[in-house]
C-alpha cells in the first residue's frame, strides 16, 4: 500500500472473475467524490490488465498503483471528475 495518497473507500471483490472486478470498480467510483481514492481487492490476477485498460480508456479516472501482494492483487484508483 502507498503512503502517498488517502483511502476513501475499499472494495472487495474478491473471488470475484471476469468482468465483475471492472464492473463493481465502476460502479464504486461512481458512488465517490471527486479526488477520492478508491482501493480494489482482487484475486482475479486478470484484474491487473482489466482495471489499467478501463482506467486508461475511462475519462474522470486515474489508476494511481497496482500491486500483488500473496493471491491478492490491489487496485487504487482516484475519480478525477
Known sequence: MSDAFDITETLDVKGESCP???VKTKQAVDGVG???VLEVLATDSGSMS???GWASGT????LLEQA???DVYRHYVRRTE
Open 20 to 22: 465483475m472486478p471492472v
Open 34 to 36: 471527486v479526488g477520492d
Open 50 to 52: 482489466d482495471i489499467e
Open 59 to 62: 475519462d474522470g479516472v486515474e
Open 68 to 70: 500483488e501482494e500473496g
